[in-house]
């Protein structure tokens, strides 16, 4: 029965099935409205009832689990229907959990899964918001007691469960792992962070502890897996390597199935130094690495690699510093995951100025920008770096700033900040992958900013493009976001998701739950056992659900005490879960 009064009233019964009914659940999301019941009987199945039009009328019933199958539950997040049941277990006795997947509105489901086998498994429960359905249900342990276990999906919707695991209370991000302090390492900086499904991966740059104090120290690079989404690291692993002095650093790290691809810089001495660009792979997500290769070499200096994943092909950019005035930007690319690479091509010069350099990744394509000398420029590499498209010049003043490349299939956007003194951000849009580009749409300076606005960054979903900057206020710099639906056309009021302060910059991430906006605060104190001011890096995160409209309470993911160095944090985020 329905009601159209906040249930003062109700209109007539619609009788959904003339069978014998008993353990009814309904899940209702918009106009559309789920009900599912057991058949009574000793064999009777689960059935499904489906309504379009607020439970006007429903169609006829569907059977969704056969014989045996107990205690129907119904959840609908993210476009897709949930179904949850009981069903006898394959072995021991007791039921074990089963859920299916309609994305039809339940005119048709997916595969069963299984989320718990062999734990005599009783009274489940979903719970779901706008992209995730929580699985939460009781089961006999083997000592006879009974515990709460829980699963969550990701990926946007289908149920992952390798192994439930107890409830515990916790916050929305587990603890901070400490991955580098302690012997025989001293962590030292330049982390890097790469995931895919449940593989995380951090590479680290550190120190021997025993060369702390040391005036020529040694280097190591060192790299952690998780296999468990992030929740447990193995030990550090470092790559075999010959050239065991001098320094390892600037890693990066990417990862796509099995592989997983670390660059770094070696250099012997010196800053700048002689060295090259190195390269390990692993084909065991991360427990064993192979031999490092040399891609690059160089008689002056040579750096800063940055790995790029894209449709199963591994991009390695780097810079390539030819005298202390000119460099160059570099690439190599491997379609065999790793086993091969690419002759070294120059995809973009940068003559008398240090580089800025943005990548966006989108299919078989690689989408460059840059700002030097002679302008913020452009370039498209197509077939998995085999092609190499023309260099476009967008505006021929220099800036000073890095423009911001970012891509959702054929959809490309590029932002800058022209060098006009007053910093109006502008977005060009190309629909076709980057051979054309539209004008720019220009993105004036917040009311109450000191008309500056810097440090663009863009991300791409669909139709959404997000623009982030730091704009500076009397009061200090904040962090603003703002929001196009329109594939860039216009954007909408900026959201202010920092007070003013010391903002340092921010980084997004969109995932299929929401917005990710990550950014890094700094304050100063005083130390006196040294008698100088040190800079403390504080990294705060914040989500939005509703397109950018507004953003949660932010979350402070933790305070570090730099006395040399500082830098953003790095943020990955497959699926709706965070990697920091």
Sequence with gaps: RRSTDAGETFLPAVQLTGEGVTEIDVS?????????????????????????????????????????????????????????????????????????????????????????TGLRSARPIIAANSARAFFVWNALVNDGSADSFGARTVDCG?????????????????????????????????????????????????????????????????????????????????????????????????????????????????????????????????????????????????????????????????????????????????????????????????????????????????????????GYSYRRISNRGATLGPVRVFDPTYGGTTPFVAASGDDVYYAMDPATNTFVTSVRHSADGGLTFGAPVLVPNSPGTLGNARFVELAASGADVYLGRVSSTSAGARVEVLTSHDRGAAFGAPVVITPPGNVLGVTFSPTCDGLRAMWSWRSFIRLPSIGSYNSEEEAYISTSHDGGASFGQPYWLGTNLQRQFYGLPRLATPGPVAHV
Excluded: C
């Design 28 to 116: 209702v999301a918009g106009a559309g409205v789920f009900v599912a019941w057991r058949a009574t009987g000793a064999t009777g199945p689960l059935r499904l009832a489906v309504s379009h039009n607020d439970g006007i009328t429903f169609g006829a019933p569907s059977t969704i689990a056969g014989p045996a199958a107990t205690t129907p539950r119904l959840a609908f997040a993210g476009g897709k229907l949930f179904a949850a049941w009981l069903a006898p277990a394959l072995s021991g006795g007791g039921s074990d959990l089963l859920v299916a997947v309609s994305g039809d509105g339940g005119a048709s489901f997916g595969g069963t899964q299984r989320l718990a």
């Design 158 to 374: 289908e149920p992952q469960a390798p192994a439930p695991v107890p409830l515990a209370a916790g916050d929305f991000f587990s603890s901070a792992a400490n991955l580098s302090d302690g012997p025989p390492y001293t962590a030292w900086g330049n982390p890097a962070v790469a995931a895919d499904g449940d593989h995380v991966y951090v590479a680290l740059e550190t120190v021997r502890t025993a060369d702390v104090s040391s005036v020529d120290p040694i280097f190591d690079l060192v790299i952690r897996a998780s296999q468990d989404g992030g929740i447990t690291f193995g030990a550090p692993i470092k790559p075999p390597s010959a050239a065991d002095v001098g320094a390892h650093f600037y890693p990066s790290i990417g990862a796509s199935g099995s592989t997983v691809v670390v660059a770094w810089q070696h250099a012997t001495s010196g800053v700048p130094a002689a060295g090259g660009i190195w390269v390990a792979v692993s084909h065991d997500y991360g427990i064993t690495f192979a031999d490092p290769a040399l891609l690059h070499s160089s008689t002056y200096s040579t750096g800063f690699a940055e790995v790029v994943v894209g449709d199963g092909a591994f991009y390695l950019l780097w810079t390539d510093f030819v005298t202390s005035t000119s460099s160059r930007y570099m690439m190599r690319t491997s379609t065999d995951a790793g086993f091969t690479w690419s002759t070294a091509v120059i995809v973009a010069d940068f003559p008398g100025h240090r580089p800025n350099l943005s990548v966006a990744v989108s299919g078989t394509n690689l989408h460059l920008g840059w700002d030097n000398l002679s």
